[in-house]
Structures are given as structure tokens and as C-alpha cells.
């Protein structure tokens, strides 16, 4: 399996889970543009499209950093245009970007429902838009094209929507892209997907959510290595799925998961959402 040579565009790429993607594929010699927000250093949240950039090119890839607010479609229809003309062309779209607010219906101002929708549903909507031409390309040339979406499994269980209706409803928005664009775009060749992890992920922005043990999380490697084995696969073949961290490694033979505990020696991890 590798990367090399891909030309690949992440969205929200310039800390935790997006990053850590970039970082796997830049080991293989991969082209990666960090489509993200934060240009400037916040003391709150690590992590800029600069300091990614250096980050992809010190583990040997090369790197474009595009400043883009993904609520703005000019922004996005630029960022992409950019990388496809920087790089040649786009053969994977990493749609990770996502805002979250684990608030009750009466708890949830507008502002942050509205954010929601925002990035989470049409940001992944009108990226996948402004990246299908190039991918098509990318098909036609036989470059194997993926769009891996950071979503759950969908399921129409009230518990998953009770506790945080609003969030809930913006996750499974960019699934539902998946369900649709997957079955639309599989005559080209273009594989879409949706990956997601069986427990709480150590991120920063989780670490700002209060009483969460980070303890209890495992790394965003396991993402990373599992969306590695994911863009891997036949574009023509791997379409459609609705894959769980654990799942898709131990479908490579990979059952011992140790080194991804945030804390080795951990047994009981917080679970993540949307998975019985």
C-alpha cells in the first residue's frame, strides 16, 4: 500500500484527527493541502494551516496551507481550484472538517446550530461539489479517487438524537452525503466513504469539552492508519461503506490496538457516539 504522488485536500486539517491523516500520507511522498481557518496561533487550540504545513513537509510530503472559511462557497470553490492547479489535479478529498455543540434543543442557540450546518453538512457538500470534476479526472487517468467523509453510521435510534438533536442531525447530514454521492458518483469511479471511531479520540477540540477523560481516548493514529487502508482500496470496488476504526484495521490482520491508547494499559475507553 501507498500514497505516493497523491494529491489530496483536507478540510479542517491543521490539528487532531485531519492532521494526523495529512501526516500518514505525507510519509508516502503524498501532495497535501490543508484547507483550514486558524492562520493565526490561538492559545486555545494548537495548531495552524503554517505549522501543518511544516509538519507534512518535515515527515516528507509536500505541503500547500489555503486559508479557507468553509461557511464561504467562493472560499471553497478557490481553495480547491488552488490545489488542483498547485498539485496538477486532486485524487482524494478528506472532508473533516466539523464543528460540534453537545447542547439540549433549548441549550442550542441558533448561531451554533447555524455553525453546525455550516461546515458540517454544506461545507462537505459544497467541497465534494467543487472536487468532482478533478476526481473524475483523477478516475479517467486511473488514479484510484476516494472522498472519505469523518461521519458516523447512520441509524434512526432516538438516543443517538435525544441527548443533542442539532449535532446529531449535522453529523449524519455529511453521512447522508456518503449515502447519496457514493451511489451517484460510483458509474465514474469515485469511492466515497465514511470513516469513524469506536472510542473518544484524544483531540484538542474534545479536550475542551468539559469532564471528558482524555485518558480514556485513544489516539488520532488510529484514524489516521485506518483511513490509510481505507484510500488504499479500489475506487471502483470500496464505495459506500460506513467504516469503524477497529473494523477496518482488523480487516488488515491489525487486532492489537495498545499502541494507540492515550494511556497504555487502558481497558475501558469512552466510547464515541452513534455506535451501539
Known sequence: MSLQGKRIFITGGSRGIGLAIALRAARDG????IAAKTAEPNPKLPGTIYSAAEEIKAAGGTALPIQCDLRDEAQIAAAVA???????????????????????????????????FDVNVRGTFLTSQAAIPFLRDSAEAGRNPHILNLSPPLSMKPKWFKNHVAYTMAKYGMSMCVLGMSEEFKRDGIA???????????TAALQMIP????????????????????????????????FVDDEVLASEGITDLEKYSVVPGTKDFLLDFFLD
Not at 503524498?30 to 493541502?33: D, F, L, N, P, R
Open 82 to 116: 488552488q490545489a488542483a492547479a498547485e498539485f496538477g489535479g486532486i485524487d482524494i478529498l478528506i472532508n473533516n472538517a466539523s464543528a460540534i455543540n453537545l447542547t439540549r434543543t433549548e441549550e442550542t442557540p441558533a448561531k451554533r446550530f447555524d455553525l453546525m
Open 30 to 33: 503524498a501532495s497535501v493541502a
Open 211 to 242: 469532564g471528558v477523560d482524555t485518558a480514556a481516548c485513544r489516539t488520532p493514529e488510529i484514524l489516521s492508519d485506518s483511513a490509510y487502508i481505507i484510500l488504499n482500496r479500489n475506487s471502483k470496488e470500496c464505495t459506500g461503506n460506513f
Open 192 to 202: 466515497v466513504n465514511a470513516l469513524w471511531p469506536r472510542t473518544a479520540i484524544d
